[in-house]
């Protein structure tokens, strides 16, 4: 297997699906410089936990300027920092205190809301990071923001492969309705799907099974030495045959 390369947005506390596909590559690209409606249900700043026994939306409100609908990622200012940091630590307490692992995990958690930057992607970005060191996992990470690529959709993903020399993309599941897959042939690249079948754990603090839900879910539960054990036993990687 070639140089393996995935992309995906700094999302706000991901889901247990973002790790499993920053364990599978070589090289994880942060896609940070790519422009959003932070007045929109976007993931960069909004995610599912569980909250009185069933699903709820942890959301990080950001600043709307007025005079700009569209704004990069990576300028994206979180809108009262202290104000959301009361609020999000004190439901993440209420509800995951008794966890099994909450002592392990909450000190990563409460560095986001520390963390000196008012960008909501440096403080996704460093919470990504760290969560995956403590995992063992040793991919590389890359900022778009910080490379010289072009383009857009198809043509973004495949230009920032090719600056890092990757020979194979890593995509998700779901990406086959927006992207051309024939391009990457044309290219010489790759293309596999990640095919992540969401793993049951046990969660203590709901009478049903809830996934989809931020990897706070899992750590909560297991650890990160369990949360890794979780995902290396998920899933496979499947290559899409193209002519």
């Given at each position: 297997m070639g140089k393996a390369i995935a992309i995906h947005q700094p999302?706000?506390?991901?889901?247990?699906?973002y790790f499993y596909k920053v364990m599978r590559c070589d090289e994880f690209v942060l896609l940070d410089?790519?422009?959003?409606?932070?007045?929109?249900s976007i993931y960069p700043k909004r995610v599912r936990v569980i909250s009185n026994r069933n699903?709820?939306?942890l959301t990080v409100p950001l600043k709307n300027k007025k005079d700009e609908i569209f704004t990069p990622i990576c300028k994206m200012e979180i809108n009262d920092p202290a104000r959301v940091a009361k609020k999000h630590l004190k439901t993440i307490e209420l509800n995951y205190k008794n966890a099994p692992f909450y002592n392990e995990v909450i000190p990563v958690i409460k560095k986001f809301y520390e963390h000196h930057s008012i960008f909501i992607s440096e403080r996704n970005i460093r919470f990504i990071k760290e969560v995956s060191e403590r995992m063992g996992i040793k991919t590389r990470f890359v900022k778009s923001s910080e490379m010289n690529c072009t383009g857009k959709a198809t043509e973004l993903l495949i230009d920032i492969v090719r600056l890092l020399a990757g020979s194979v993309y890593l995509s998700g599941d779901?990406?086959?309705?927006?992207q051309s897959n024939n391009l990457y042939v044309k290219n010489q690249i790759e293309l596999r799907f990640v095919n992540f079948q969401h793993p049951v754990y046990r969660q203590f603090n709901t009478d049903i099974f809830?996934?989809?839900l931020s990897i706070?879910?899992?750590l909560m539960n297991l650890g990160f030495a369990g949360t890794k054990k979780l995902l290396l036993s998920s899933s496979q990687i499947k290559q899409l045959q193209l002519s």
């Open positions: 999302n706000f506390f991901p889901w247990i699906g410089h790519v422009v959003m409606n932070p007045r929109t699903e709820y939306w779901g990406a086959g309705g927006y809830l996934s989809g706070i879910d899992p």
